[in-house]
């Protein structure tokens, strides 16, 4: 009877533990990434990690936007927290599960062709929620492209996740939360679900699982995703009318806002048609964080000198920062397709075209209406139907 007490008891202790693996991937400890064939259980599931050890999982980027779009640097950082533990004789914990993770510099993300996929692995200068809306409608909004461009990009730098050292048996669920400065066009994660499977083995508490899920779906996870979403702005200047000069200057500036309550931590970029944009000035206020310095938040204005056909393409737009471009000198024409009121980006392309038409009225001092010809036209044929009815009256 002992025998078979002690067998049911194994067969358990076998069930307990296939159980809690079940959960997960398998985990080869020292590599430092999944190496299991089981994809449903990610981050991990390791073999035999020993009690208050670590893994690393993978920080992802959803890219939305056009080429020249650079996901900005961001200072991420992870807080657990103990929710519940079940299936063993403690009920509270102190220690928690802290995160390591160094975000990368701003790094460009390239793209496949419209509407696919392009997937960049870490190739960062690393150092180791859309919640927009427009202030106005104004004039000229602007013409949106008809299609996105997405990309995933991968940071070389992974997330090290360090355990502490489990008192006993059991399942310790987290919440886990991704806070950090609120950037525009930035979204970072919901809060997310842990577990972590304490078991005994060979006489030693071992991790046995780690289960990371999305709170609201309960869906496994891989790795941590955020988002990131940038628009491109194209500025056209055309001139028109039969007294609009195509090689006369103009100037527009156009004017980019953070949105409220974040800062604009990436870099804007700035090209040019051709040599009809004859000066830029104002570039260095978008382009500051290209140089190291700090995000922004308010106002910032490019004044640009072009002429007719000239166009200026603004890269890197975060979503939610909102842009203005108005004519400051109109030199006598008349300027349609300005945007006057604030509009925020959220498009991955949207071009406006400021239109400067210039026209008079001829004077030739000699009236040319189609009325005068035909009068004419009207006198000769009645002096020539006279002067046949004379000659006939002759004969």
Do not use: C
């Not at 392009?118 to 409608?137: F, K, L, P, T, V």
């Not at 299609?147 to 048996?169: G, H, K, M, Q």
């Not at 066009?185 to 991790?207: A, F, H």
């Not at 988002?227 to 007294?243: D, F, Q, R, W």
């Amino acid at each position: 009877m002992k025998k078979i007490l002690a067998i049911l008891l194994a067969l358990m202790l076998v069930l307990v533990n296939v159980a809690a693996l079940a959960d997960a991937t398998l985990y080869e400890p020292g590599t430092g990434k999944d190496e299991g064939t089981d994809t449903v259980g990610n981050p991990r599931v390791m073999a035999a990690l020993a009690n208050g050890g670590s893994i690393s999982l993978a920080k992802v980027y959803e890219v939305t936007g056009q080429d020249g779009a650079k996901i900005p640097k961001t200072d991420i950082t992870f807080t657990a927290e103990l929710e519940d533990i079940t299936d063993s004789t403690v009920d509270t914990m102190e220690a928690v599960p802290t995160f390591s993770y160094t975000p990368s510099a701003e790094t460009a993300v390239t793209f496949a062709a419209a509407g696919g996929e392009s997937a960049d692995e870490g190739e960062g200068e690393g150092e180791g929620e859309d919640e927009g809306e427009d202030e106005g409608e104004g004039e000229g909004e602007g013409e949106a492209a008809a299609s996105s461009l997405t990309a995933t990009y991968t940071d070389a730098n992974l997330i090290t996740i360090t355990f502490p050292t489990y008192p006993e048996v059991g399942v310790y669920h987290y919440t886990v939360k991704e806070t950090g400065t609120a950037y525009a066009g930035v979204t970072y994660s919901k809060d997310l679900i842990m577990k972590v499977t304490v078991i005994r083995q060979d006489g030693e508490l071992k991790i046995a699982g780690v289960a990371l899920r999305e709170t609201e779906t309960g869906e496994k996870l891989g790795e941590i995703t955020n988002e990131y979403k940038a628009g491109t702005l194209i500025v056209k200047k055309t001139v028109s009318g039969n007294m609009g000069s195509q090689d006369e200057d103009f100037t527009i500036e156009v004017t980019f806002s953070a949105p409220s309550g974040k800062t604009v931590n990436s870099t804007i970029g700035i090209a040019v048609s051709d040599s009809t944009v004859t000066s830029i000035t104002g570039q260095e206020a978008i382009t500051a964080v290209e140089t190291g310095e700090a995000g922004w938040t308010g106002s910032k204005t490019v004044k640009v000198t072009v002429k007719h056909n000239s166009t200026i393409t603004f890269t890197n737009v975060p979503y939610d920062v909102t842009y203005k471009v108005e004519e400051t000198e109109k030199n006598g024409y008349t300027a349609t397709g300005e945007v006057t009121a604030a509009t925020a980006m959220g498009t991955s392309e949207t071009t406006v075209t400021v239109n400067n038409e210039k026209n008079i009225i001829i004077d030739t001092g000699i009236a040319l209406d189609s009325g005068v010809y035909m009068l004419i036209m009207a006198l000769t044929l009645v002096g020539v139907a006279v002067l046949a009815l004379r000659r006939r009256e002759e004969y």
